[in-house]
């Protein structure tokens, strides 16, 4: 009966190593994060299962894994390593998204731009710690906080480096009620926390409609390679604010987001098989991320108080940390944070400006670097 | 074997891609910014503009969007009872309701609902 | 600084040209009618935001365009190169269309054959004006009205000429209900105008369940080529039609046809990029087009006051117009027209069965075109 | 150099493809036209024929499709009313609902309303 | 008028083939059964339909076919092919699968794996019957009456069977009800029939989180062959279970699976041509297939007799049969033989543990065939 | 010429890879049906230590999942007498509802709201 043997010898359990093992639990990990805190759900649940997956040891011979030609998850992750599924759920995200209070306080903009110094900072200590200048530019995105944008610029600049970077850019992002709070409180006074901010004005729907439009030419032809993203993120927009296309805004926001987020979630999840996962080079790059994370959200802040020199109507300089992307996560960490201070101080509506203005930042900031880096 | 240090910054252009990628962000929000900040004013201009020349107000969105509001007004109350009386109801769940236009495909609709209503009248 | 010259010269304002800025302009237009004049709004705003995209000047060395190997919008745009997303269309337009006007008067279907003759006289008009005969089919199918036949005959027979021929069909789409009254009101005598028609008849369970299978194999056999588009619309008819499917259909009828317009209409509209457009070749295709829709409607109307002739019940003339396809939009200019004269005349109905069958017609010319002239 | 003329138009064979063209697209229609013009008359045919060698009328249409309407009438009305009422309420905005056939899968529907039925007693 | 005639030659009826009618025929009573008889209408019109539209003549030199390169059918019947569609239903079926009742009587999984028999000893005949080891594997995954593996597992060991396959599996899970209840009556007692079985115990949440991760590890460290597809119905379940991905579970197991049930089904239909299916070999499959559907009926329902035995609560063998999978049909088939038997015996809830048992022990046989028998 | 016959199937190593195969099948499903018997013990032992070490129980099921059920049952009960009547009304068909959840996206849709409040109260 060589056969059972020849089977045995091909089951999970004979070729399992401990880094096989290590990565299932920490796919579970994601999992019961997900479940039991409530991060991120939608994204750490499909992830996590894909890690478990991606982590049971393959047979020699059989086209199963995501780097097997031919193979199912290959056909699914292809979606993933060409970069297409990242552009196809920012139309999603723009079906969904209201830029209402940001076109009502234009100024608030300016933090999400300030926030991107964490993408550059952290591509200088990703060059510095001896990584090529695109992986460096790949790794610096984390700092953008926003998972798709990561994915997008990783594809097309370090392939090789995406599992960690989409990992890394995730788990943070998941994080943020947990990284974020510490930099506020260190970087904020107490009177500043305190600032309430005016009542945002009504915002008519021509200029709803007029902004996609506009904001896509302003930043294309600014940095045309970010096209791709934030293209499909204003025209999302543009099917929802037209009002005549309400059935397609509302199939981008659902069927279509929920499908993509499934498959790019889970073939990313199992892109991370132990051997091309756990090696020092991902440490360093989860290392970098927190580190980017941090800048990020002090660069949001430090900006919002250096605006509140020259500015009549202070802003609260809390917002500023909202500047990273990480929608809407980081705009509910703004909220939850001054409202421990006066509950009656009601941050959200104002955070939610920074927050969507970060993802366009990111999406331009990712634009530059491909342009910059690509071969 | 890598080596850790500041020569591979400068190899790598580190602070010049930063200054630049910097530069193209603010650029870019700031011309986003300056664009929004200035769009009402664009508008009413244009407002303006077409006011003059002609007898009504541009067609767009104050029109389309916000004349039959008075009408729609008592609706939307109702409308906003019913959701949130719903939502305590199924506990926060959310109903995604694919809103066809009215004019498009109201054919096809009616063409379905016609053929119900002659359907049952045989039974009638 | 030679980096930051260097990526100034790659911003789109360095390489814009005149005919991107017009084609931006043509963009625009399209989105603002679609929202202002309510004209084909599902299709003008993806085509309208694509056409804005597409011609966003590109950064030498990055594959971003349509036309760029392994671009994202390349990997979108293969579904409307390779012909895949228009019988995907279809299938969800079978699964909405309710044929049974058609099946209680078959007579009015022969409007529906006579309209298509505004495909063949332009297929000699065009050819009359130098194009090859491939490229004459393509452009002959403008005038079968039907976006998705247009363009799945133009990828097979032409496909450099795809992106005019699907902007001109999906234009004059648009504009039906400015281009067919001055015909409709030229060729008809207030008398025929005034003609009202009988109800039609109750059609039975039975008879709407058989139609899809029969008039498929009916089609599909007198024409092979028409098989694809014919057949799909005709199973998504029978998902529709069979009640023990519905979940199938209503997924056909709603997550599968948006999904694949908004993607379809976005890809079509990128591909127009200036200089693929703007050429002599495009103009002479717009004015085909115009001619073509003019002829077709003609067509319907002479035909049907042809049929007259024979008649005992007379056929109000006006809904031969219908024939033309451009479902729903021309049932609704009839109707519209018909009531101009007498507002008691309903003829949204009765004009809807040379408007399906219109659709069925133009399916067939395109399979004989492709039957014919395919090398 | 590309030459306008009617010689283009020969050496495409455009009329032989015109002719041919609108026989077939002719044919095809008028085939649809008679096949659909005969068929309630085939239909009528063929019930006479099952009718009279065995006891029922033909299973498909007239019975799965038309037998329970007297029960569903009341219901159509009563939905018909409350579907209107819906549309009024939220103007003209149509609903997708996927409504899952009663047979196929009422098992799984059935298995989750036992099993919240029983979790809520846990707690009665 | 030599093109008349040209074309003429390349109309339907001229190649038509005694075999492509003969198909034709099946493909309308597919279509008929589905919606007269209403068994599994889901699958049996897509696959009627598409055996209708797979049997039209071919014009020469027109790539339309399933297997002409380049055409639309060809490129959705590569979502078969290559064995892309049936995970994706997997994960839909996952996401709509409830498994409290197998979690609550973990006995009764046994009947799940007893009735996998069915799929070896197929196998067995197969290779006696003069078919290659790869072929005997694929068609006896028949057995496992389970629509979605018999696919992926003939994409991958037996291509060009895969259209009889398929087929034979739709075909006789819609069978069931007319296969499984002689088998039943044949094989139990009077008594056995009329055993009660108690009230499943209620299932925690934590219970049915937990179960879809464990689940997979087991299954897919002791057969990584039933890795992809074992995977995505946890994964699926995973989304349901979990509540905190509502939103994805239910695109899951609805526009998701609907799309790809379309698709397949039609596809898998239009790949049944005359000429590829109407041979001795399918002829063989689909005897083989009917053996196979009893096989493993019966040896449910004897390892049910089995367990009998040892068992101081009987279980009622008919629950045996639902062991095949063929979900739900089976676990009705089991409720509508108990209740004639007695009226108030609600076998139901029972048959489902293990019906979906069987659905996991088929994904682990089609994984051990696949790494058994992969060349 | 293919042979039909038993030393096809000596060949084919059919009855190895069927004693291998069931084997499998029944270790898999065996394995499974031993996790989900010894499961509900497993948690139970796992709240004892969790409980015993710390002062509350664990954070998982019994209270993400049944804490609040004493107020989601009235609003259950409410819920399932609705959903039945509409069942009653359309006839078994059964509405698909995207439930979103409340945190996730909660932003978003409060920020819809608000707008459309503001919105109105220009009319109001
Ligand atoms: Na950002
Ligand atoms: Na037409
Ligand atoms: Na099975």
């Given at each position: 009966?060589?056969?059972?043997a020849?089977?045995?010898?091909?089951?999970?359990?004979?070729?399992?190593?401990?880094?096989?093992?290590?990565?299932?639990?920490?796919?579970?990990?994601?999992?019961?994060?997900?479940?039991?805190?409530?991060?991120?759900?939608?994204?750490?649940?499909?992830?996590?299962?894909?890690?478990?997956?991606?982590?049971?040891?393959l047979?020699?011979?059989?086209?199963?894994g995501?780097?097997?030609?031919?193979?199912?998850?290959?056909?699914?992750?292809?979606?993933?390593?060409?970069?297409?599924?990242?552009?196809?759920?920012?139309?999603?995200?723009?079906?969904?998204?209201?830029?209402?209070?940001?076109?009502?306080?234009?100024?608030?903009?300016?933090?999400?731009a300030?926030?991107?110094?964490?993408?550059?900072?952290?591509?200088?200590?990703?060059?510095?710690?001896?990584?090529?200048?695109?992986?460096?530019?790949?790794?610096?995105?984390?700092?953008?906080?926003?998972?798709?944008?990561?994915?997008?610029?990783?594809?097309?600049?370090?392939?090789?480096?995406?599992?960690?970077?989409?990992?890394?850019?995730?788990?943070?992002?998941?994080l943020?009620?947990?990284?974020?709070?510490?930099?506020?409180?260190?970087?904020?006074t107490?009177?500043?926390?305190?600032?309430?901010?005016?009542?945002?004005?009504?915002?008519?729907?021509?200029?709803?409609?007029?902004?996609?439009?506009?904001?896509?030419?302003?930043?294309?032809?600014?940095?045309?390679?970010?096209?791709?993203?934030?293209?499909?993120?204003?025209?999302?927009?543009l099917?929802?604010?037209?009002?005549?296309?309400?059935?397609?805004?509302?199939?981008?926001?659902?069927?279509?987001?929920?499908?993509?987020?499934?498959?790019?979630?889970?073939?990313?999840?199992?892109?991370?098989?132990?051997?091309?996962?756990?090696?020092?080079?991902?440490?360093?790059?989860?290392?970098?991320?927190?580190?980017?994370?941090?800048?990020?959200?002090?660069?949001?802040?430090?900006?919002?108080?250096?605006?509140?020199?020259?500015?009549?109507?202070?802003?609260?300089?809390?917002?500023?940390?909202?500047?990273?992307?990480?929608?809407?996560?980081?705009?509910?960490?703004v909220?939850?944070?001054?409202?421990?201070?006066?509950?009656?101080?009601?941050?959200?509506m104002?955070?939610?400006?920074?927050?969507?203005?970060?993802?366009?930042g990111?999406?331009?900031?990712?634009?530059?670097?491909?342009?910059?880096?690509?071969? | 074997?890598?080596?850790?240090?500041?020569?591979?910054?400068?190899?790598?252009?580190?602070?010049?891609?930063?200054?630049?990628?910097?530069?193209?962000?603010?650029?870019?929000?700031?011309?986003?910014?300056?664009?929004?900040?200035?769009?009402?004013?664009?508008?009413?201009?244009?407002?303006?503009?077409t006011?003059?020349?002609?007898?009504?107000?541009?067609?767009?969105?104050?029109?389309?969007?916000?004349?039959?509001?008075?009408?729609?007004?008592?609706?939307?109350?109702?409308?906003?009872?019913?959701?949130?009386?719903?939502?305590?109801?199924?506990?926060?769940?959310?109903?995604?309701?694919?809103?066809?236009?009215?004019?498009?495909?109201?054919?096809?609709?009616?063409?379905?609902?016609?053929?119900?209503?002659?359907?049952?009248s045989?039974?009638?």
């Amino acid at each position: 009966m060589d056969m059972f043997a020849q089977f045995l010898a091909g089951t999970g359990f004979a070729s399992m190593t401990w880094g096989n093992a290590m990565m299932i639990v920490i796919g579970v990990v994601f999992i019961t994060l997900a479940i039991v805190k409530d991060y991120e759900p939608l994204l750490l649940v499909p992830i996590g299962f894909g890690v478990v997956v991606g982590n049971i040891p393959l047979v020699a011979g059989m086209a199963i894994g995501v780097y097997d030609e031919g193979s199912v998850l290959s056909y699914i992750y292809y979606g993933v390593s060409q970069g297409i599924f990242p552009p196809l759920i920012f139309l999603g995200i723009g079906a969904m998204t209201d830029f209402s209070t940001m076109l009502s306080n234009p100024k608030l903009i300016l933090l999400g731009a300030a926030a991107q110094v964490g993408i550059f900072l952290t591509l200088i200590g990703a060059l510095f710690l001896g990584f090529t200048p695109e992986e460096a530019g790949a790794i610096g995105i984390i700092g953008g906080a926003d998972g798709p944008t990561a994915i997008f610029l990783a594809s097309k600049l370090a392939p090789h480096l995406l599992g960690p970077i989409a990992i890394a850019a995730y788990s943070y992002m998941a994080l943020v009620p947990v990284i974020q709070p510490p930099i506020m409180m260190l970087l904020t006074t107490r009177e500043e926390r305190l600032i309430h901010m005016k009542a945002p004005r009504q915002v008519s729907r021509r200029e709803r409609v007029i902004f996609p439009i506009a904001g896509f030419l302003i930043c294309a032809l600014i940095a045309p390679g970010s096209m791709v993203l934030i293209g499909m993120l204003f025209f999302g927009n543009l099917l929802k604010e037209s009002l005549v296309t309400d059935r397609l805004a509302n199939t981008a926001r659902n069927a279509m987001i929920d499908i993509v987020t499934i498959l790019l979630g889970f073939s990313v999840g199992a892109s991370t098989s132990a051997d091309h996962f756990l090696t020092s080079q991902s440490m360093l790059i989860f290392g970098l991320g927190a580190l980017s994370f941090c800048i990020a959200t002090a660069g949001g802040i430090l900006f919002a108080k250096f605006m509140n020199l020259f500015l009549k109507e202070k802003i609260n300089p809390l917002i500023g940390a909202a500047g990273v992307s990480a929608v809407p996560d980081s705009a509910r960490v703004v909220h939850t944070v001054g409202q421990r201070e006066d509950p009656t101080n009601y941050l959200l509506m104002h955070a939610m400006a920074p927050n969507v203005a970060g993802v366009i930042g990111s999406a331009i900031a990712a634009g530059v670097l491909w342009t910059v880096l690509v071969k | 074997m890598i080596h850790v240090g500041l020569q591979n910054v400068m190899n790598g252009r580190g602070l010049a891609i930063t200054i630049i990628g910097m530069t193209i962000v603010f650029s870019g929000l700031v011309a986003i910014s300056l664009f929004i900040g200035q769009l009402p004013n664009l508008l009413k201009l244009y407002d303006r503009l077409t006011t003059h020349k002609n007898r009504q107000p541009a067609p767009l969105a104050s029109e389309a969007g916000e004349e039959p509001a008075q009408e729609n007004e008592i609706m939307t109350a109702i409308g906003l009872v019913v959701h949130l009386e719903l939502e305590r109801l199924t506990g926060e769940s959310q109903k995604i309701t694919i809103s066809r236009r009215p004019g498009q495909g109201a054919i096809w609709a009616s063409a379905g609902k016609m053929r119900s209503l002659s359907q049952r009248s045989t039974h009638a």
